[in-house]
């Protein structure tokens, strides 16, 4: 059973680096890609980026410019920064882990499991 | 970009079924995934590609896609089941493919 545990800073400033880090337990590291999602309170969910085991990445375009996610194969983690962050970039910041399938020509992803969450505050 | 719209709140009394909707243009040649949030609580993934369901949900919970609109159906709603639920989909048809979610709907049992 896979298990995503997630830790960072809670508390930030404006123009500050967020930062966090997702440790993978009980299963395989390398066969998947890992992706940062966010929420702001009481609003949606939003993609905001993903690495696979050889570090290749997909950011979310609105997201990019400001968004590195890394990777470190020894211990089984991956980490988001996110720069020069504004009051808007307030949320609970969630790991997960994508999964893809094929069936005939459609190819899909989707979010299983989610790490527990972190909520990330803006404020001056 | 591609757009999923939910309805914001959906309500239903206990014993009876749920049906939460999911609208995209064409979305019956997407695969769609339907992923339940309890307040506080990460989302937990009750329907993937469409229709399946993850070991662990319960037969309650069911999912269909065609046209313009897909559906999660909980049958026999329970208490338990008062939740946030989120449609996703992989948009693979624009110049920047990728994730798209839902707005979410809040299933309130009443």
């Known amino acids: 059973q896979v298990q995503l545990q997630q830790w960072g800073a809670g508390l930030l400033k404006p123009s500050e680096t967020l930062s966090l880090t997702c440790a993978v337990y009980g299963g395989s590291f390398s066969g998947y890609y890992w992706s940062w999602i966010r929420q702001p309170p009481g609003k949606g969910l939003e993609w905001i980026g993903e690495?696979?085991?050889?570090?290749?990445?997909n950011y979310n375009p609105s997201l990019k410019s400001r968004v590195t996610i890394s990777v470190d194969t020894s211990k089984n983690q991956f980490s988001l920064k996110l720069s020069s962050v504004t009051a808007a970039d307030t949320a609970v910041y969630y790991c997960a882990r994508r999964i893809t399938m094929v069936r005939g020509v459609i190819t899909t992803h989707w979010f299983d499991p989610w790490g527990q969450g972190t909520l990330v505050t803006v404020s001056s | 970009s591609y757009v999923l719209t939910q309805p914001p709140s959906v309500s239903v009394a206990p014993g009876k079924t749920a049906r939460i909707t999911c609208g995209g243009n064409n979305i019956g040649s997407k695969s769609v995934h339907w992923y339940q949030q309890k307040p506080g609580q990460a989302p937990v993934l009750v329907i993937y590609?469409?229709?399946d369901r993850p070991s662990g949900i319960p037969e309650r919970f069911s999912g269909s896609n065609s046209g313009n609109t897909a559906t999660l159906t909980i049958s026999r709603v329970e208490a338990g089941d008062e939740a946030d639920y989120y449609c996703?989909?992989?948009?693979?048809?624009?110049?920047?493919?990728?994730?798209?979610f839902g707005g979410g709907t809040k299933l309130t049992v009443l």
């Open positions: 996703q989909v992989w948009d693979s048809s624009s110049d920047h493919p990728g994730v798209v």
């Open positions: 690495i696979n085991h050889s570090g290749s990445t």
């Open positions: 590609y469409d229709s």
